[in-house]
């Protein structure tokens, strides 16, 4: 990836949450989309009838980071999952070297996911924030909001 200067803007902050109910179960992902030069923002959901809250929160930065026309982006990605936090910025690399089995050499859970995360993931340069859910922030609370309307889609 390109170098980039530290004060080079940002094109886009996705936030994202999944959600689940019964894990598995229907489950629904959220996205917000905003471009912190302009303020305009996009929102996005979708769901599915039989997955696991994991799979949902890996979508969520997906179909977020699918959106992105931008070529070489620079995204700041914000999320109330650890998994993928650790995962993108600490356990990937490790888990693709070692023919995407964890340190204690079992096969990684939703490897297709984080394949495709990556797939998008690889044209840009992003950062990961990961912030507290259900703690009143705004962007994270509308899309546990959207994730969890989608979910209940599902159940219909």
Known sequence: ????????????IIYADGACSGNPGPGGWGAVLKDPRTGRTVEMSGGEPETTNNRMELRAV????????????????VTDSRYIVD???????????????TADKKPVKNYEYWQELLHWAKPHEITWEWVRGHSGHPENERCDALAVAASQQQRR
């Open 1 to 12: 990836m390109a170098e980039e200067t530290p004060n080079t803007p940002l094109d886009v």
């Open 62 to 77: 997906i179909e977020g980071l699918r959106r992105i026309k931008t070529p070489r982006a620079r995204i700041h990605v």
């Open 87 to 101: 995962g993108m910025s600490k356990w990937i690399f490790g888990w693709q070297k070692n023919g995407w089995r």
